[in-house]
């Protein structure tokens, strides 16, 4: 049976122009890029290729970008990078961050207040998952060692105002944070210091390799190594690059970039016909995230008294791959802490469903899933 593919926020297929354009540096071009000689040279210059075409795509330049091993790892540089070397440099103790973070910025946030006693002091959201720059400016300290708040938002699709936040942080001399691993994919990206001081981003979200991404930290900022050894990436991230993982991640983004409008006009239409066709024939249904300002491509649903592994299977039963929203596959069933920071009631975000559309998806797709979910709900609904 065919099965359709409907969570392109937790991965999406390689594009055939990036294998096309990695499969050199798996073969003949295998040099380490810090050799002295000829192989070594020719690595070198598509690795820096690589970081030009990246820095262009961010309206960055070359310095201020640095390779990892993904948008979990560039999240992770981001906040122990700059919470350790804050704190080393100017005594500040202070983490601010929303309550809405993927778990590669909650965890992380957590560990320093944890382990290194950091102070982690959570930002009000609104019912869309919104965060609000007054509050951010309210809560602002000279303490202050880093904020943290995510540009779109990977389980209700939420676009905040990050730039504003950004502006209302340099005032203070606050560096800011943003996790773009989503908006990356989705969302124009004119000059990332406009966005924010840091800026991740992760390769497999924009039809690129797994397990590659890249952190832009804009001039500056004071930041130290978390990975430590030779003196790659500026001496931030130790070990020998992943030049053909890298050489992808860039002509996946260049061409994201180039074709964003394109996919995104086309993407709105799809995401609101299921948005209204999911809220006019399913009863007790709700939109989570906000309405308007959400991913091109990102549609988000609780359904009450709803078991959302449940309603996950008999969609997967159905021929559809869908997703709940939250990393949480297996054991009891936990509410989303975002969903709850939300407001949500267990009894509404244990059933949360994620539908979210790529390159691929067709009006055939969405009219097929539209087509079966309501009995599937009625199904999954526990009484
Ligand atoms: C997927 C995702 C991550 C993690 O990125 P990986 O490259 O899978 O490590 C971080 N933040 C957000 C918002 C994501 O969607």
């Not at 926020?9 to 050799?35: C, H, K, Q, W």
């Not at 820096?48 to 820095?55: C, G, H, I, K, M």
């Not at 004119?190 to 840091?198: G, I, K, T």
């Not at 709940?324 to 009631?345: Q, R």
Request: proline share 5%; aromatic share 6%; with cysteine.
């Amino acid at each position: 049976m065919r099965s359709v593919y409907l969570d392109y926020a937790a991965t999406t297929p390689m594009d055939e122009r990036v294998i096309a354009a990695m499969l050199p540096y798996y073969r003949e071009i295998f040099g380490n890029p810090s050799s002295l000689h000829y192989f070594g040279q020719q690595a070198e210059a598509a690795l820096e290729q690589a970081r030009r075409t990246t820095a262009v795509c961010l309206g960055a330049s070359p310095e201020e970008l640095i390779f990892t091993g993904g948008g979990t790892e560039s999240d992770n540089l981001a906040l122990r990078g700059v919470a350790l070397q804050r704190r080393r440099l100017h005594s500040a103790s202070h983490l601010l961050i929303s309550p809405v973070e993927h778990h590669a910025v909650l965890h992380t946030a957590r560990q320093l207040a944890d382990e290194h006693g950091f102070e982690l002091e959570f930002l009000p959201v609104d019912e869309y998952g919104f965060v609000s720059p007054r509050d951010v400016h309210a809560r602002l300290r000279t303490t202050t060692a880093l904020v943290s708040v995510v540009y779109a938002q990977n389980e209700i699709g939420t676009i905040n105002p990050v730039s504003e936040i950004a502006a209302l942080c340099r005032e203070r001399g606050v560096p800011f944070h943003t996790d773009a691993v989503q908006a990356a994919a989705h969302l124009p990206i004119p000059r990332a210091s406009d966005l924010a001081d840091l800026l991740s981003i992760g390769a497999h979200k924009f039809y690129g390799p797994k397990g590659v991404g890249a952190l832009f930290i804009r001039r500056g900022v004071a930041i130290q190594p978390v990975q430590t050894g030779g003196s790659q990436e500026g001496g931030l991230r130790a070990g020998t690059q992943n030049v053909a993982q890298i050489v992808g991640l860039a002509e996946a983004f260049r061409l994201t970039r180039l074709e964003l409008d394109q996919h995104a006009s086309r993407l709105v239409l799809l995401r609101d016909r299921i948005i209204q066709g999911v809220l006019e024939k399913v009863p007790n249904a709700r939109l989570t995230g906000h309405p308007v300002m959400r991913l091109p491509n990102h549609a988000s649903f609780v359904f009450e008294g709803v078991d959302g592994n449940t309603l996950l299977m008999l969609l997967d039963g159905a021929g559809f791959a869908c997703s709940s929203g939250s990393a949480c596959k297996s054991g009891s069933p936990k509410p989303s802490a975002v969903l709850e920071a939300i407001g949500l009631a267990p009894s509404w975000s244990l059933g949360s469903l994620r539908v979210t559309l790529g390159r691929t998806t067709g009006e055939d797709d969405v009219e097929g899933v539209l087509k079966v979910l309501p009995a599937l709900v009625e199904k999954a609904r526990r009484r």
